[in-house]
């Protein structure tokens, strides 16, 4: 059986056109499992509620952006979620760190840890923010009990 050179050209452009709207449709559906998730959602909740991170960014408007799928920081199991998510305001941009566990009780996530860590190098913590007033005031050096060395 003998197939010509343009069947072949086709079937390679149709294969190709396939997998990658396969991959397109996963990547998609894999980050809008992660914005829907609770631990996602909490994370940003507490973003919003920080009138000291939301000024330092720059919000509203706040633009919570896609996670990177390839960091190694985000990891997801049964039992926990630990995940970094890239946010911007009109003034700057940043992660939000976070760390969630699941009760096997409720079976409900909760916040162990979330802060905010801006380009300039300020670190919010979004679970016990700096009043208003202090948080100009407050340098990168006093953000110490916050575990954002391991996020490195």
């Given amino acids: ?18 997998t990658g709207g396969g ?3 996963m990547y998609y559906l894999q980050q809008k499992k992660f914005s829907e998730s609770d631990y996602h959602r909490l994370a940003v909740q507490k973003l919003e509620a920080c009138p000291v991170a939301m000024e330092s960014l720059g919000a509203p408007p706040l633009k919570v952006h896609n996670i990177h799928l390839t960091d190694r920081s985000n990891r ?3 039992r926990t979620a630990q995940i970094k998510i ?6 700057t941009g940043g992660y939000v760190y976070t760390s969630s566990v699941r009760d096997p009780d409720t079976n409900r996530w909760s916040l162990r840890q979330a802060t905010l860590r801006l380009r300039e190098g300020q670190i919010i913590d979004l ?3 700096p009043p208003a007033a202090a948080a100009h005031s407050q340098e990168t050096e006093d953000t110490a009990g916050l575990d954002a060395r391991r996020w490195d």
């Fill in 76 to 78: 997801v199991d049964v």
């Fill in 86 to 91: 890239p946010v911007t305001g009109s003034n």
């Fill in 23 to 25: 991959i397109g449709t």
């Fill in 127 to 129: 679970l016990n923010p």
């Fill in 1 to 18: 059986m003998r197939i010509s050179t343009s069947q072949l050209q086709q079937l390679t452009i149709f294969t190709t056109i396939l």
